[in-house]
């Protein structure tokens, strides 16, 4: 097998046998002609399948290393489609730091549905073992965790789900498959919300699973033409494009990540960054095994409390006020009122001064010279 962005490059985007075109068209078709009544020659419609998005399902998950993977028309559709293979009366264990449409999914839509749900440290392995019934199916880990950054053991948490015959799921949208593959450490199956750094550019919305269980990965198929939400032609060529170009990316927001917390741990202003990478993080050690490097997010806490970190947030003018994260761009954001509100009272919220930092590809001297400007 060649090696990360050869793949990432080469896979689902070969030559098209006909004209040569170097990309892969993007087939706007919501039909196919057929050749004899139930004969189609590649599916019976396009929600069931499309080529330019099993294009994109080849490579994310070919870097995944899984045998299957399923795109979706969001991160919440492609946890939606997962979860639904669940029965009423199933639980499910959430990490006690996660994507707050991850904790209103389940909290909001499934528990009606008759899923249960309990949050849990997930760097604590006895409060994990402890929170296991019976009827878990599913241990949810999101490492490095949203929006505190937090990395659990992937290895150690796919043991505990094992013991007790439930599935590890990863959520690997933060770390990205350049970064970590869950699958090959222990994790049953990867979710992402290919809308931040798969994509790249903060142009599309889209999800993903990828899993090498065959009867999971024919079940969550079904889903995605008996359920529907399909990522369209266009968005599965915008991620396919993202892809390519996903490891020099990375390289950069990794780079820039690193120079922006060692700027903010020096600042006086600054209470406490969260950065896997830096040496003080709690989870350094487990990102250093399991991550071949720590990433684009960075997390911090003002001194000054909510109303400076408040403040902050509207002071830059590069690092854009936004919610999401992962493109080209910087992005700043105050996850308690933005993309954790609704997490507001659980043991999920995140602290009131807490600024999240989706550092992007610009020049570090200049991202430096706006978040000084912004705290001063
Ligand atoms: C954004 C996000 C999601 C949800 O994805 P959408 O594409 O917005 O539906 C899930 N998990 C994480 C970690 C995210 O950041």
Redesign the pocket.
Known sequence: MSGFNTRAVHVGSEPDPSTGAVNPPVYLTSTYAQDGVGVPRFSDYGRVDNPTRAALEACLAGLEEARHGVAFA????A?DALLRTLAPGDHVILGDDA?G??YRLLTRIFTDWGLTVSCVDLGDLDAVRAAFGASTKILWV?TPS?PMLRVVSIAALGEVAHEHGALLVA?N??ATPYLQRPLTLGADVVVH????YVGGHSDV???FVATNNDDLAAKLKFHQYAIGAVPGPLDCYLLLRGLKTLGVRMDRHCANARAVATFLSNHAAVERVYYPGLTDHPGHEVAVQQMSDFGGMVSFTLRGGAAAAHQVCESTTIFTLAE??GGVESLIELPAVMTHASTAGSTLEPPANLIRLSVGIEDIDDLIADLTRALD
């Open positions: 969001s991160g919440l559709a946890e994507y449409g991850t999101e949203n959520d949208t933060f919300s290919t809308t931040k919305i889209g999800g999401s994260l």
